[in-house]
């Protein structure tokens, strides 16, 4: 159950406060034939809205910002066929009695108020309705004396939202000022009138006061009227306040798990502190149980998660701890702290930090929660910045749980180990608009990087770059001059490589400096054009750049272009057509690439009558003054020029996408990347093909080759996709993936599923097939999984009821949208 959901059943509860407010509208009535406060024109034609008022109400959703927020204030206007009155003895409204007030409707066959027991009696095709929601009852009593209620036979529906249900009776009492609620035998259900799929149903409902908790008595779930869940007792909200209690379970079938059952509780600990505790019980695997602690202070935000499995009867294998080698006794658990927070408006404090049990916990199949994973680490860091208007500040703390096993990766000369930063300070002083237009920035920043291989160095680390950028635009033409000077001071301990002659030239302190121009002009113009008839708008964009970056020794550094697997924090960025006018080849510090050259390029883009961008093209190269030294080969062969960057982005009526982005190399007539996506997408039907390809030379020379070794050479990456999605019918909704290696011609993963939806519930079922192990093996292992689920709908916003979907096995699959062209 949503924490913060409205539960239709409780709703039927506050039916019952609709009982004083139709006694006070008779008690008004009484009064009106009495000439008191009167608004109607006689006492047997009363003034009527419209000619047919239920007509118009029945079915009607008024938005809450359009309902008055005291309707028993406003006017009152009645319509009936015949009223009688008597003082002190009652007062009969009959005839097809209307009764509106605000934007409450209410109707019956008789109302009459007897007194002196105050007692008011609607009766026969009792209506009501309030804009969202409507009812029909055979019978309202209220004691206007004692303000107790009781309504026979109600039959109500949601007007603005799914729901509807009924109940025998509901009461309301009022002891020593404090009301109490009760329903018997009161159901609900989202499915429309005559279809039995499914409801909620409780023999007693009961509620407090003002309470926000409703308590259900004997509460069922019914399929076709048959009750397949129970619960003697369950306590719901019936406002937005949160409250401790069971949540909705979920009940999902996979091959690979086999039935999974969730049950969550969620304790409201104080207004700032909540706990969830879910035990997920899978009849292949055993109990996982996971608990969340949210909290809310002056320091910020957070939550605290954590997973633990006792033991995993589908594991066949002895697993070894990370820290000790030990064997693990089956006992796996995941933990995760994240808080973010700003204090005093200029201080801002963010932590992730995860860890699980062993470097495996990932790859036994369990749907975890737990961190954020990059290139096989779990991160573990923690940031405090100041900021202010002229001063940003970070000091950052950053550490890794490897999950690679770890006797490899100490013994390892690859990049399975990555560098903690213990700690990082860095700070950036920005100063604008100083004489003559120019702006000033200075990054600097103080690390300690450290590694538990014994074949990378570990190393403290000094970088100051101060910065002049001098801009100048107009509606058609800018021009962005800067000149910077880059320094960096390195301690470095090269451990067990100072053994390593391929290591001689590596330096235990190093200082570099490294000044850098760069001046980026480019022009804006535009045209109106016609294509088939149709109007556009043509922009072209034509840019330039010239950037001197100089040479100066680096190889004292460990750095990712002379040591292989080299840097600290640094690799090699890609070359898209953006990148080309970057002034950095490498990311991070430990190595800037010298520059002396110019990059040209331009844009053009179409747009349409609405300005919404159809179609770009952007096309760039660079131009060598000197030529680049490229790693681990001679100078003679470097080029004069870079490979040509083209990207394109092309909308077709919204209803076929074009994207694509190329890397072309005409010295060698040779691509060296590329991807393209092209997607049909209409009225529910999507079909969407891509590639990806990034040359095995590329790779090396750039890259470590990440490919195996394949008929005694190593190819690249050729990668073939295909989503799909359509309709069969107006229920029935079929989405596959599929995706293919096209250097051995083996399958990745491949996905198919479908869903069945109805008015009310939806089942889905998803088949899934994808590679354990590398594809570049002979024979290569591949893993099943089946899953079903089943879901009710429209229980304002709860997640699936009896089911969910995942990445691996939902009955949703998930769909990217690669086509957001840049406006």
């Not at 399975?416 to 004489?435: E, N």
Request: hydrophobic letters at 30%; a negative charge; one cysteine or more.
């Amino acid at each position: 159950m949503s924490l913060t959901s409205h539960s239709l059943l409780a709703t039927m509860i506050g039916l019952a406060l609709y009982g004083p407010a139709m006694a006070e509208d008779a008690t008004s009535l009484h009064k009106d034939i009495n000439g008191k406060h009167a608004v109607a024109e006689d006492q047997t034609t009363k003034t009527a809205v419209n000619d047919d008022p239920l007509a118009m109400v029945r079915g009607v959703c008024i938005a809450p910002k359009d309902r008055k927020e005291d309707t028993n204030n406003t006017p009152i206007h009645i319509e009936a066929d015949n009223a009688q009155a008597k003082n002190e003895h009652k007062a009969v409204y009959s005839g097809d009695v209307i009764v509106q007030q605000g934007t409450r409707t209410i109707a019956a066959d008789t109302v009459t108020l007897q007194q002196p027991q105050n007692i008011v009696t609607a009766k026969g095709n009792v209506y009501y309705h309030d804009g969202g929601i409507e009812m029909d009852g055979k019978q309202l009593q209220s004691d206007l004396n004692t303000k107790d209620s009781q309504m026979d036979d109600a039959v109500y529906r949601m007007t603005c939202q799914p729901g509807r249900g009924d109940a025998e009776q509901i009461d309301k009492k009022n002891v020593d000022g404090t009301q109490f609620y009760k329903m018997k035998d009161g159901t609900f259900t989202t499915c429309p009138e005559g279809d039995k799929s499914w409801r909620f149903a409780a023999s007693s409902l009961q509620r407090d006061g003002d309470s926000p908790f409703a308590d259900l008595y004997n509460a069922r779930f019914e399929v076709l009227n048959v009750p397949v869940f129970y619960l003697p007792w369950l306590r719901i909200p019936v406002t937005d306040e949160r409250m401790t209690g069971f949540l909705y379970p979920t009940l999902t079938y996979g091959s690979r798990n086999g039935m999974e059952y969730e049950a969550p509780f969620y304790w409201n600990i104080a207004p700032n502190y909540d706990l969830t505790i879910t035990p997920k019980y899978m009849n292949h695997r055993g109990l996982q149980t996971t608990a969340n602690f949210r909290y809310l202070n002056e320091l910020g935000a957070g939550q605290i998660v954590g997973e633990y499995m006792g033991h995993d009867k589908k594991a066949d294998y002895v697993d070894y701890q990370l820290e000790d080698n030990k064997p693990n006794t089956g006992k796996y658990w995941g933990f995760q702290w994240t808080h973010s927070g700003i204090i005093d408006e200029n201080w801002l404090v963010d932590i992730d930090y995860s860890k699980v049990s062993d470097y495996k916990y990932f790859e036994r199949g369990l749907d975890s929660s737990i961190g954020e994973r990059e290139d096989n680490n779990l991160l573990q860091t923690a940031e405090v910045s100041y900021r202010n208007a002229n001063w940003d500040t970070m000091l950052m703390v950053r550490d890794f749980q490897l999950l690679k096993d770890p006797n490899v990766a100490e013994t390892s000369k690859n990049k399975l180990s990555a560098y903690r930063l213990m700690p990082q300070l860095s700070s950036t002083y920005y100063k604008t608009d100083l004489g003559y237009g120019l702006d000033f920035k200075m990054p600097m920043s103080i690390s300690k990087f450290e590694n538990s291989s014994k074949f990378k160095p570990d190393a403290d680390r000094i970088t100051f770059e101060p910065t002049l950028t001098l801009p100048y635009a107009t509606p058609w033409w800018s021009v962005t001059t800067q000149a910077k000077v880059n320094y960096a001071h390195y301690n470095q301990d090269k451990k067990e490589l100072s053994k390593n002659s391929d290591f001689d030239a590596l330096k235990d302190s190093v200082n570099r400096v490294v000044p850098e121009f760069r001046v980026n002009s480019s022009l804006y113009f535009e045209r109106d054009t016609s294509i088939l008839g149709s109007h556009y708008t043509q922009s072209l964009e034509p840019q330039i750049q010239y950037l001197y970056v100089k040479n100066v020794d680096q190889d004292g550094i460990y750095n990712p272009f002379d040591y292989i697997g080299g840097g600290y924090d640094s690799t090699r960025l890609q070359q898209d057509y953006y990148g080309l006018f970057s002034d950095r080849t490498y990311s991070g510090n430990d190595y800037i690439a010298p520059a002396n050259q110019f990059t040209v390029g331009a844009s053009t883009r179409y747009f349409d009558e609405d300005f919404k961008e159809r179609f770009t093209l952007s096309m760039g190269q660079i131009f060598y003054i000197d030529k680049p030294v490229n790693q681990g080969t001679d100078n003679k062969e470097a080029k004069s020029y870079s490979a040509t960057a083209v990207e394109t982005e092309f909308n077709l009526d919204d209803s076929l996408f074009l994207k694509t982005a190329m890397q072309y190399d005409s010295s060698e007539n040779d691509i060296q990347q590329g991807n393209v996506a092209v997607e049909y997408r209409n009225a529910g039907v999507f079909v969407q093909p891509s590639y990806r390809y990034v040359s095995s030379d590329y790779l090396t020379k750039y890259v470590n080759n990440p490919n195996p070794s394949i008929d005694g050479k190593k190819d690249g990456i050729s990668q073939l996709g295909l989503s799909i999605g359509f309709p069969v019918s107006d229920n029935v909704n079929v989405k596959a993936d599929y995706y293919q290696d096209m250097n051995v011609n083996k399958m990745l993963e491949s996905k198919v599923g479908f869903t069945y939806t109805s008015s009310c519930w939806m089942i889905g079922l998803t088949y899934n097939r994808y590679a354990k192990d590398s594809i570049a093996k002979d024979f290569t292992e591949y893993d099943s999984n089946i899953s079903f689920s089943f879901s009710l709908l429209g229980l304002q916003g709860v997640t699936p009821t009896f089911g969910q979907s995942s990445d691996d096995g939902g009955n949703i699959l998930s769909y990217g949208d690669p086509f957001t062209l840049n406006n």
